[in-house]
């Protein structure tokens, strides 16, 4: 070949790489399975601290930069989510944690809203009609000092049991306090807990009374594992196909707290090689359905 054609030629093809690159050119990439785009991206990268938009395949972050880079990555198939300026951030590790106390306090009530005591007796009242006789009915997040009334009768502020065993005769109640340092549990629960006037104050516990000896139904730090203890006798009596839904429900309305609030990995402190074997089935058992849908 000529020296001057081959010289052309070279120079031909530099101008076309040149071309190609400013005017936007770029290699076909693999499709991702999700794009996040027109965002305030943060990457916990020092060398790209922010960006505008991102791509995963899979369970991989695959590119990271700007709109027009990331562009490459969309298919036909690939899902788009536009930010709409908004932040997005790393899931947030949470380093100490109780993975099933969370998830058991979605299955109970919630009383960290309720502004006085009637209206814990009327939710409880609700959750009773809806339950099995025989069902106990479990709650937590009350704080007397936050109700906008003090109820009557109260002793240190406690409420008797009095109404509340009356909305709900046959199912045992246990109200946890918001602190986890006290409790409160209607006629039933101490019914079959076997509490009476004559029972004992534990060693590091109170039993609350009325100047009678009566206890009013409220029990302050080891007092409520008599009422517990109680509790526990019911669970040991359950199938074990009823303790596995509950537990699955547990792990599952925890996995949905957590994801709901950015919450991607989780050291649980304490669980029981038991529930790490049910953590472990439940895994597997999602994995075996996620690859029979493919």
Do not use: W
């Given at each position: 070949m000529h020296p001057k054609i081959s010289s052309r030629l070279i120079i031909l093809s530099l101008i076309a790489v040149l071309i190609c690159a400013f005017s936007g050119c770029a290699r076909k990439e693999e499709p991702a399975d999700l794009v996040l785009t027109n965002g305030q991206i943060v990457t916990m990268d020092e060398s790209i601290p922010q960006a505008e938009a991102l791509a995963?395949?899979?369970d991989r972050i695959v590119a990271v930069?700007?709109?027009?880079?990331?562009?490459?990555?969309?298919?036909?198939?690939?899902?788009?989510?536009d930010l709409d300026g908004?932040?997005?951030?790393?899931?947030?590790?949470?380093?100490?944690?109780?993975?099933?106390?969370?998830?058991?306090?979605?299955v109970a009530l919630d009383l960290t809203k309720a502004k006085n005591w009637d209206e814990i007796v009327a939710l409880v009242r609700?959750?009773?009609?809806?339950?099995?006789?025989g069902e106990w009915i479990i709650g937590r997040g009350w704080h007397q000092e936050k109700w906008d009334k003090t109820p009557e009768p109260q002793v240190i502020g406690l409420p008797f049991h009095t109404d509340l065993s009356q909305a709900t005769p046959h199912n045992p109640v246990l109200l946890t306090h918001a602190s986890g340092h006290s409790c409160l549990a209607n006629a039933k629960a101490m019914e079959l807990a076997g509490i009476t006037r004559k029972t004992p104050d534990p060693p590091g516990g109170q039993i609350v009374r009325d100047d009678k000896g009566n206890p009013i139904g409220a029990f302050l730090e080891t007092a409520q594992g008599l009422v517990r203890r109680?509790?526990?006798?019911?669970?040991?009596?359950l199938t074990s196909e009823k303790i596995m839904s509950e537990q699955k429900?547990?792990?599952?309305?925890?996995?949905k707290e957590c994801l709901a609030n950015g919450v991607t990995s989780f050291y649980d402190a304490g669980s029981s090689f038991e529930?790490?074997?049910?953590?472990?089935?439940?895994?597997?058992?999602?994995?075996?359905?996620?690859?029979?849908?493919v």
């Open positions: 995963v395949r899979g930069g700007d709109q027009k880079r990331i562009k490459r990555f969309i298919g036909q198939a690939t899902q788009v989510i908004k932040l997005a951030v790393p899931g947030f590790i949470d380093s100490h944690g109780h993975y099933t106390s969370l998830g058991q306090s979605k609700a959750a009773a009609e809806k339950a099995e006789p109680a509790l526990g006798e019911y669970r040991v009596g429900r547990v792990i599952t309305l925890a996995a529930t790490i074997d049910l953590f472990s089935c439940l895994l597997y058992t999602s994995d075996a359905a996620a690859n029979r849908e």
